[in-house]
Every structure is written in C-alpha cells, then in structure tokens.
C-alpha cells in the first residue's frame, strides 16, 4: 500500500504540479473542477491506491481492478496494439483508471488535432492526479481531460472541433475495466459522439454549399442593419411572461383553435413557415421569425395582408423579405458569423443570438432573450405524423416518404411513449432542441401532441398550458411598439473609415493570393516535367514568404471566416507528407501537397476579389450617409 509519510509528501506535490497544469491547459474546467475536488464529494464505493507486482499504482475500484494487478503497463499495451485507427483520427477515451492505456495512444498521437478523456467519477480522477504526472501527456500532443461531465456538456464541448472531426474523424476507445463502473454512462456518451459526428458533417456541408449565398444576402442586407432596429431593444421586456413558439409541423391543425385564447395571455412567437396557417385562423403572432436565406422563404409572405406583427431577422434572410414586410422589423445580430462580426464591430451588435440549426431554434433562443418563462411549443413534432411534412395550408407542405426502413432515417421515443421514425438530419434538430433546453435550464413544455419526445420539455396538452401556466392579459404589441419606436444611432465617421480599410485588405490580399496560386503552378509544372533547371529551394522559399504575408493579413481572414469553411476543411485534413523530408531526389512527394495548395490559394484569390467588389458596391449604395 502507498501510505507511507514520504509517498503522502510526494503525493501532495505531484497533485498540486497536475492541478497548475490543468489550470494552464484547460484555464476554462479548472474553478469547476477544483471546486469539485475540494467538495470531497463521497463515493458509493471505496477507491483505493494499491501496489501493482511491477511496483506501479493502479486503482482498486470497490472489488474491481481497473489495471492489471501484475503488469499494468504490458496490459495497456496489449489493448492499444488491438486497437485499428489511423495516425491522424482524433480520440475520445472513455474511462482513465490510472492512465496506462492513454500513455499508449499518446505515444501514438503526435499527429492528432486532440484526444479527449472521459471520466466520469471525480474521486477517481483525485486518484489519478495524486499517482501520474500529467506532464507527460501534455508535451506529447493535445489533451483534455472531461471530469464529472453530463454527455450533453461533451457534446457541447465538442462542437467547437467541428472541422476536424468532420475532416479527420473521431472514434472511441473504451477502458474495458473503467467502464464497468457505470455502462449506461459511457454508451450515453458513445451516442453523443457519434451525434456531434453527424452535427459537423450537416453543420459543416451546409455551411460550405450556401457561404456564398449567406454572404450575397448579408451584403443586400446590410443597409437595413444601418436603420433597422435591433432586437436587443426587446430583450427582458417579457421577463417572467409565458411564451409559445409555434412550429408548423402536421400535428398544429390538432390544436390550433385553442391559440386564439393565448393571445395576450402568452406572447406568440411563430416561425415563418405556420404565418399562413395561424393568419387563416385569425391569429396575429406577436413576433415572426424568419431566417432562411433562400428565395421560397418570401412564399411564405406572398399575398398576406399587412400586419402588426413585428418580424424579427437576421442578416442572412433572403433581402426581399425585409423589402416589403410592411410590419416592425427587429434586425438580429449573430455573433461567430464572420461578415456579422464586421456589421457588429463596425456598426453596433444589434442584439447577439445563435440561431442554432433551424428557424424553430431560433424562435427558442429569442423567447429566453426575451425572458419568457415557461415557453411551450406548438406544432413541434420533429417527424412526419401522418406522413406529412407540415401543416396543411403551409406553403411547404407536401407528403413525406420518410419509410423506417431507407437509408438515413431513425427510431426515436414519441410524445406518447412509443416510437417515431425520422430523419438523421431531424434527429439533429431534435438533439440540439434537447442540448439547449439542458443548457440554459428553462421551464418548457411540448404542447405539440404528436411527434418526436423532447427531452426537457414536459408533455402536456395546449389547452391545459393556457389555463394553469398563461398570465394576465398585457399589451404585448404595445410593448413591441415600444421598442420598435427606439432611436437607432451609429457612427457614420467610424463605419466609412473602417470600410475603406476593409476595402483596402482585399484588394492586397487577393493579389497577393493569386501570386501564391502562380507560383505554386510554377512549381508543379518544373516537377511534372523533371525540370531541373531551377533552384527549387529559391521557389520553396519565395512561397514560405507568400504564405507567411498571407498569414499577417488576419483582418482580411477574419472578415472571410464562414466563406472559407471548405479552405479550412481542406487545411485541416492531415497529410502524410514533412516539407523537411523533402529534397531534389524524391521531389515528387509534394505534388498532393502542392495540389491541395493550389486549391486553397486559388479559392482565396476568389474570395477576396468577390468581397473587394462586395464591399466597394457597398460603399457606393450608402453615399448619403457621408
């Protein structure tokens, strides 16, 4: 046993190294995590510290050996040698024990972006940091270490890896003996990772197939941004007040009757796809959302009569929609969004919101901006009842041919405890609908009846809704007036000075990228051909000064961000391939590099020449305002 005096003493100071360690590597767990350890929150089981036959700490969980009792390291190296993954995947480790097996994989993993450990008991964690030096680990490759996590917070966590999991992969590798501690645990967050693989695979693709459209949208929009007031005019006027966000999924004509009565009880707010439906019903909402950047949005604002329904959206709307919406119009801010980081940074934030992955998240984070409390949904059903796709008199409806048994399609529980197939990409929805209700801890419920179970909203039927959690009738669209009426004002002087600056990057960097492009050309021609009538280290070196200007012009990427996703997609993929190995004899070796270069350098050039054009239209749509 570990217990002698000098082993307490070097126990101490090791953990306290880990600690400072963790507090370097992980600056955002640490408050939380120290504050977990110094709870010294008691485990059902005894965890003790004991000697293996090759003198080594392993844990003894209860009666369960987490490493072997003879040789722990041979042990993890017989498990890691069985394992198949290739050297550029990245890795998530479910259980820690004492750690032999990650010393294994990061051994491996000088060329992963990140290997994430999952440990679920917190004491257990002591234990480890008290016995291994993290030290270790952290000069080999980049690793974090989830403690105590709920699997949403994982795959939260995770979002932000999105590229190179999309590019590079993820895959789990299991502790055999760590997770038979708690199995349900780690099979939770097995599915959560394969959830966020396919969240960065629809996140993703979505991104690179309509950049170009989001940021045409954005740039028509962008004088509505100037006089348009912004949303965050709105936020907490409704603090404490019910709210209902109707969808317009098939199960909304069960119970669209019983809205009229929520009128001034709740505030409605209503995706743009239900308008129609809910106008039909003489039901006015309260709020609008509409965010789609295509052109069939404004259908569902075709021939409807003018109304007092104020329409919040976003810079990236289709721009006929905000033309000739004769309503209050609240302009959105959306932070994270690269060309909408420029508005807010040279304009004014107009009130930063998510939109998450749909309008009806959208819908959701603005009634919690609002304040709103407790929010309902209405026509949420996350699924096809009936084999509809929406509600009958919606301009998108139509018959679904979602079967149980194609492709890209799931089972998930229903509002009535049976099952429901849906999409993969639904399902998504569905997970990030249940991610937000967890993270933000609202008071909701699905008043849907029908579709998809929603974890974290409480079942209950829209008329019970109205009659025990709706208030007292207010004047919601006097409020909204209120707001709308607001003076908006910003810095003309300072937006004209950053636009030119703005103007002046592009023009710099998009010839300066199209000389990258050029000489990258050169340089595969002359391999092709065998050429060696040139200094390829002269060339090799006229590119790294290329490359490293282009890397100095970080106001010029910033503002390109989101229409460069498929750029940084291509730079996150892992290549086999080390420009220090290369010389004059296996030259060859770096034309797939140099390819996939010439690809970056040419989409860059693109770009910057498209928004040089952009933003100097811009300048003179605006002239009055000089």
Not at 361 to 385: E, N, R, W, Y
Request: aromatic share 10%; with cysteine; hydrophobic share 40%.
């Amino acid at each position: 046993m570990l217990t002698n005096a000098k082993t307490a003493v070097s126990i101490s100071g090791l953990y306290e190294r880990n600690l400072k360690l963790l507090a370097q590597n992980q600056p955002d767990m640490i408050n939380e995590l120290i504050s977990c350890l110094n709870a010294e929150i008691k485990s059902d089981v005894e965890i003790t510290v004991i000697e293996s036959k090759t003198n080594l700490p392993i844990i003894k969980y209860g009666d369960l050996l987490l490493n072997s009792a003879y040789d722990p390291i041979k042990e993890a190296q017989r498990f890691v040698d069985a394992l198949e993954f290739d050297q550029f995947i990245n890795i998530a480790v479910l259980g820690l024990g004492m750690g032999y097996h990650l010393d294994e994989i990061v051994e491996k993993s000088q060329k992963r972006d990140f290997i994430l450990v999952v440990e679920k008991d917190i004491n257990l964690f002591k234990k480890f940091l008290e016995n291994r030096d993290l030290a270790k680990f952290y000069n080999s490759c980049k690793i974090y270490f989830a403690v105590a996590r709920k699997p949403m917070d994982i795959f939260r966590a995770l979002q932000g890896c999105s590229l190179t999991i999309f590019s590079n992969g993820l895959t789990v590798v299991k502790h055999p003996s760590s997770v038979k501690i708690d199995p349900d645990y780690y099979d939770e967050i097995g599915e959560k990772i394969k959830d966020i693989f396919q969240w960065s695979r629809v996140n993703t693709i979505s991104q690179i197939n309509a950049s170009n459209d989001f940021a045409d949208n954005i740039f028509a929009n962008m004088p509505h941004y100037l006089d348009i007031p912004g949303i965050k005019q709105m936020f907490g006027k409704f603090a404490g007040f019910p709210g209902i966000v109707v969808s317009a999924g098939p199960s909304l004509i069960k119970n669209i009757r019983y809205l009229k009565e929520a009128q001034g009880k709740s505030l409605i707010i209503a995706v743009d796809t239900a308008l129609r439906v809910l106008l039909r019903h003489n039901i006015q909402p309260d709020i609008i959302v509409s965010i789609d950047y295509t052109k069939h949005n404004k259908r569902y604002f075709d021939g409807i009569p003018d109304i007092d329904s104020a329409l919040a959206v976003d810079p990236e709307v289709y721009p006929q929609i905000i033309d000739e919406y004769k309503g209050p119009k609240f302009m959105i801010s959306l932070p994270g969004k690269s060309l909408c980081d420029w508005l807010e940074d040279t304009v004014e934030d107009k009130g930063g919101m998510d939109k998450g992955l749909s309008v009806a998240h959208t819908a959701f984070l603005l009634a919690m901006k609002l304040g709103l409390t407790p929010v309902g949904f209405v026509g949420q059903d996350l699924s096809f009842p009936g084999n509809m796709t929406h509600v009958r008199g919606s301009a998108m409806v139509r018959k679904s041919n979602v079967k149980k048994d194609q492709a890209e399609t799931t089972f998930v529980k229903d509002y009535f405890n049976g099952a429901v197939v849906t999409t993969t990409s639904m399902h998504v929805f569905l997970r990030h609908f249940e991610d937000l209700i967890d993270k933000h801890k609202i008071e909701c419920y699905d008043l849907t009846e029908g579709g998809a179970y929603i974890s974290g909203a409480n079942p209950m039927p829209l008329r019970e809704f109205i009659m025990l959690k709706t208030a007292e009738s207010r004047d919601t669209k006097k409020i909204i007036a209120e707001a709308y009426n607001e003076k908006v004002v910003f810095d003309k002087k300072r937006f004209f000075s950053k636009l030119d600056k703005t103007i002046s990057g592009f023009k710099y960097t998009a010839n300066l990228a199209e000389e990258g492009k050029n000489l990258i050309k050169k340089l595969q021609k002359r391999i092709i051909k065998k050429d060696s009538n040139y200094n390829l280290s002269k060339l090799l070196k006229q590119w790294s000064d290329i490359s490293t200007d282009l890397h100095r012009q970080r106001d010029v990427f910033l503002v390109l961000g989101n229409n460069i996703t498929d750029i940084m997609l291509l730079q996150s993929k892992k290549d086999d391939f080390n420009l220090n190995d290369l010389d004059e004899k296996n030259v060859e070796k770096i034309l797939p590099y140099l390819n996939k270069e010439e690809i970056i350098y040419t989409r860059l050039a693109e770009q910057c020449d498209i928004f040089y054009k952009k933003f100097t239209e811009l300048k003179g749509k605006i002239p009055d305002l000089k």
